[in-house]
Structure formats: C-alpha cells, structure tokens
Nanobody
C-alpha cells in the first residue's frame, strides 16, 4: 500500500519557523517529482513548492518564495519543506504529493498524504 505521511505541523507565532517532512512508503518515489500544496478553510488547494526527482530544480509560489525551501532525500524517500518567517496567511493544512512529472496543479499529482495542520498566530 502506497502511503505518504506528513509530519511537523503545529501552532507557531508569526516569524517562527517549521520544518515539514513527508515520508513515502509502499514504493519508491526516487524518480518522481514531489510537491507541497496547502489548503486554507474555504479556499481551494494551492501550489506551494515542487522539486524535480533529482533535486536539481525547485519551484515556489510567489507567496512563499524566499521564505520556504523544499528539499528531498531519496535514500529516505522523504521530502521536506522548511518554512521560515511564517505569517498568519500561511495557516492551512499542508499536503505532500508525488507525480511522475513535475506539476503546479493538484490534479496533476497521483499520490497524496493526509495533510498536516500549520497554524500561525499573529
């Protein structure tokens, strides 16, 4: 059974940092692009960041560029999202995803985690 499991979310204050992790099991995603998305209450799921299978290229939404960093460790089948200088508008459920090709839209991804809540207080 293929599973993506996120962890690392929590309640923090504005300006703080968090590091999200997403571990894959059931198959290897070494050759898959990995992405992070988020969904706030009442809003559509939106792209946050993505990384190519070998980690050579990364892509970010404008709203997080310069504050968030996506990385991966293929030996551990894990992708990370380092989030610095968090803002209240970053509050959302964060999801990791995997796909054979890099994409920017949720429906391009085949595999999803269950999500982890990030809440940033002002």
């Amino acid at each position: 059974q293929v599973q993506l499991v996120e962890s690392g979310g929590g309640l923090v204050q504005a300006g703080d940092s968090l590091r999200l992790s997403c571990v894959a099991s059931g198959r290897t995603f070494r050759t898959y692009a990995r992405g992070w998305f988020r969904q706030a209450p009442g809003k559509k799921r939106e792209f946050v960041a993505a990384i190519t299978w070998n980690g050579d290229n990364t892509y970010y939404a404008d709203s997080v560029k310069g504050r968030f960093t996506i990385s991966r460790d293929n030996a551990k089948n894990t992708v990370y999202l380092q989030m610095n200088s968090l803002k209240p508008e970053d509050t959302a459920v964060y999801f990791c995803a995997a796909h054979s090709r890099l994409g920017y839209y949720p429906d391009e991804y085949d595999y999803w985690g269950q999500g982890t809540q990030v809440t940033v207080s002002s």
